[in-house]
């Protein structure tokens, strides 16, 4: 029997309240989660007004199972809706996304990935008191911190390499004692570079992060680190004066350079991580996706390097053998395998102790973006079965999870 703490996450937002309360829906559901796999914490992203989060946590309350409030910071926060020249910038003037491998659904759907600069202390001030005011009127075991990051490729490529808007341009000078806008040219050069390489040099880098972050501007990556550190403290300090558990979701280890997430720096604020390890799901966040948006941009950027080279590539890199198209990941996602690759990866970072992994992989059925029957289902339970991991939580939306799902989640891992 799986030992370890098993959750889930229910997205709120554009939820009608009415819906969820006839025929005691919402609460019909997380009984049969409950029954099913002893669900222990349910993690909520909150409606406009707050009547849905309300019911979920009196109901969760009655089941025994712990909440925690799913806090969206820096982009698709509910109560603050970015506009464009808000976001970050790139080293070439663009806003919020940029052209090669942008995913051709991005603001399309109810989340826009559209990130506000967390250098921003203007609008980050307005969220913080949000966060604030919902914290002392949210009965909530714990806090559950996400977009703590940058955009990652599949807002485009070219948005990896944010932001040089005035406040960063101030932080970075006062951190290094050093222009910011000087790294635009060693950009721009390194751009030109990424041209040219052809697929023999490619096969020299131990990662992905070594492919796109050049030496000559480590420091942009360092800096963006730090900035993600420094907003996630804001709000995990804020949670821990009211004695909440704060959670974080994080990027998977192969993927959390390249959009300034630093795990080793990010557990000192925190009790547990979910590491997003999304092998089915085209969508940010997902393998495929991001992966897709790196092959599509460099193989658009560079015309020496073949779809099948560069995909030959990242097979090597991230250890798991990928199908040979991008048409091909998109359609079938990679091997689960991954889970097993990324845990080793985070096990070599040696986080305290005290910091929990519960390991984040899907269970929903969303049309065009993932759907995960039986048999991904069951491989990914096998791997998680073989890693000494502290517990699951089912991703993402509790709502789009069908109950065979849960029944099979529940057979397989709590009563192998």
Not at 35 to 53: F, R, T
Not at 189 to 196: P, R, S
Not at 278 to 286: D, E, I, L, N, V
Not at 335 to 358: D, G
Request: aromatic share 12%; hydrophobic share 40%; proline share 4%.
């Amino acid at each position: 029997m799986f030992k370890g703490l098993i959750g889930t996450q229910i997205f709120l937002k554009n939820v009608n309240y009415n819906e969820l309360q006839k025929h005691d829906y919402l609460k019909k559901k997380l009984a049969f989660a409950k029954e099913i796999l002893g669900l222990e914490v349910l993690l909520i992203w909150p409606d406009d007004e707050n009547k849905n989060l309300d019911l979920a946590i009196k109901i969760c309350q009655e089941l025994k199972i712990k909440t925690y409030l799913w806090y969206s910071i820096l982009a698709d926060n509910p109560f603050f809706r970015i506009r464009m020249e808000q976001a970050v910038e790139t080293f070439n003037g663009l806003y919020g996304y940029g052209i090669y491998g942008k995913w051709n659904k991005l603001g399309q759907g109810e989340e826009e990935f559209l990130f506000l600069c967390p250098n921003n202390e203007e609008m980050t001030k307005k969220i913080i008191n949000h966060f604030q005011n919902i914290l002392k009127s949210t009965d909530v075991d714990g806090i559950f911190l996400d977009r703590i990051r940058f955009p990652s490729p599949a807002n485009g490529l070219e948005t990896i390499y944010t932001c040089f808007c005035p406040h960063c341009q101030t932080w970075f000078h006062h951190d290094y004692k050093e222009d910011l806008v000087d790294l635009k040219e060693k950009i721009n050069y390194f751009f030109k570079e990424l041209q040219l390489k052809d697929v023999e040099k490619l096969s020299n880098y131990p990662s992905l992060s070594n492919i796109f972050i050049s030496s000559s501007i480590e420091k942009l990556f360092d800096f963006r680190k730090k900035s993600i550190y420094k907003i996630t403290e804001k709000f995990a300090k804020l949670a821990k004066i009211r004695n909440k558990l704060v959670g974080l979701d994080l990027f998977p280890p192969s993927l959390s350079d390249l959009v300034g997430q630093d795990y080793s720096l990010l557990a000192n604020i925190c009790d547990w991580i979910k590491p997003m390890i999304y092998s089915h799901t085209m969508g940010p966040a997902g393998f495929p996706l991001e992966l897709y948006s790196l092959i599509e941009a460099l193989t658009k950027f560079n015309k020496r390097i073949k779809e099948v080279e560069f995909t030959n590539e990242i097979s090597r890199i991230i250890g798991v053998r990928l199908p040979e198209t991008i048409r091909e990941i998109a359609m079938n996602g990679i091997s689960e395998t991954i889970i097993q690759l990324e845990v080793q990866k985070l096990n070599k970072l040696a986080l305290p102790e005290k910091v929990k992994i519960y390991l984040g992989w899907e269970a929903v059925q969303v049309p065009g973006i993932v759907h995960i029957n039986k048999s991904i289902l069951k491989r990914y339970i096998d791997f998680t079965w073989s890693l000494n991991i502290n517990g699951v939580i089912l991703s993402w939306n509790l709502l789009q999870i069908p109950n065979e799902n849960l029944k099979l989640v529940g057979e397989l891992l709590l009563k192998r």
